[in-house]
């Protein structure tokens, strides 16, 4: 089957220049004779004008050439149309697409959109709003929250923000009902990942796998700060699942669910995929297993 691509290109996302990725896409794929076409994303996420296309004109794949919060944009409006997603990343973190193992330079993550394997990919739901890989409550959230209003984006501001609010961080209370459990818990961060990381490379869910249906928890209790990263280093990026009775007394809780529900009365921050989200102080999340199909870096 002929592949036809969309290329939709976020004009703000993260801090790269645009003007050589165009020429770079023009180039790469004419060489391979795929027609194709450029367009921009819509700010607003309403892409019913692409669906339209994929339907009249045949289009197989979409490739996104932004950050995470564009990527749920795009895959939230246009997965029922079951073309093949790909990631050029352009955003700041770029969890999703460095979970998928495409590289963050942009001839190699095109490379990869010519070359690669489409996998059918979980998603979750975070009551009636979608995610693609992560959301998060509490500390990280309010560093989104943070980074959503700064005039300049990319590592550095986001590192900046994040050592500014640790020493200000504070626990908020949860309650938390999964796998036929339900516990409360005071915690500086509360993580629901599909995706292995928060971005960056900075793994938060050493064990999260894209497809595997499952959802990884992640829950840094009330410590001492000074504990807090060690803690973290320890123990998460160590990759400990444990059931959940058997990891209430650790400082770290993490376990897998399809499902659970949370409880928010002390009104933590909250992002989707690296984007603030308004506060919810009850939450439902489940996950949608092979959702979407991504476009994965062959693995050798």
């Known amino acids: 089957m002929q592949r036809k691509i969309i290329y939709l290109i976020n004009p703000i996302s ?35 004008f692409i669906k339209h296309k994929i339907e009249t004109d045949k289009i197989t794949d979409v490739v996104i050439c932004g950050g ?21 990343p352009m ?15 942009s001839a190699k993550a095109l490379e990869v959109v010519f070359t690669g394997k489409a996998i059918l990919t979980d998603g979750f739901m975070v009551n009636n709003h979608f995610a693609c890989m992560l959301c998060g409550l509490g ?16 590592l550095g501001t986001y590192a900046s923000l994040t050592t500014r609010h640790f020493f200000s961080a504070r626990p ?27 971005g960056n490379n900075f793994t938060i869910a050493p064990q999260a796998v894209l497809s595997d249906g499952l959802l990884d928890v992640v829950i840094v209790k009330k410590i001492a700060k000074p504990l807090l990263l060690l803690t973290v280093m320890r123990q998460v990026l160590a990759g400990r ?17 399809d499902e659970l529900f949370i409880s928010n009365p002390g009104e933590a921050p909250i992002h989707i995929d690296g984007e603030p989200w ?4 009850q939450l439902h999340i ?12 062959n693995v050798p």
């Open 286 to 297: 489940k996950v949608l297993p092979r959702y979407f199909k991504l476009i994965h870096a």
């Open 241 to 257: 699942i444990r059931r959940i009775e058997n990891s209430m007394n650790s400082p770290v809780i993490y376990f897998q669910t």
């Open 139 to 154: 500390f990280d959230a309010q560093v989104a929250h943070q980074f959503a209003d700064q005039p300049k984006r990319g």
């Open 68 to 88: 995470d919060g564009t990527v749920n944009q795009v895959v939230k409006a246009l997965a029922s149309t079951e073309v093949q997603f790909g990631i050029i």
């Open 91 to 105: 955003g700041s973190g770029n969890g999703l697409a460095l979970a998928a193992g495409i590289p963050r330079a």
């Open 172 to 198: 908020y209370p949860f309650r938390v009902n999964a796998n036929k459990l339900e516990f409360s818990t005071e915690a500086f961060f509360l993580s629901i990942a599909n995706s292995n990381q928060f």
């Open 278 to 281: 308004e506060c919810q102080r």
């Open 14 to 48: 993260g801090t790269k220049g645009k003007s050589s990725l165009k020429e770079l896409i023009i180039r790469e794929t004419r060489k391979r004779q795929i027609p194709f076409e450029i367009l921009p994303t819509s700010a607003d996420g309403d892409y019913g």
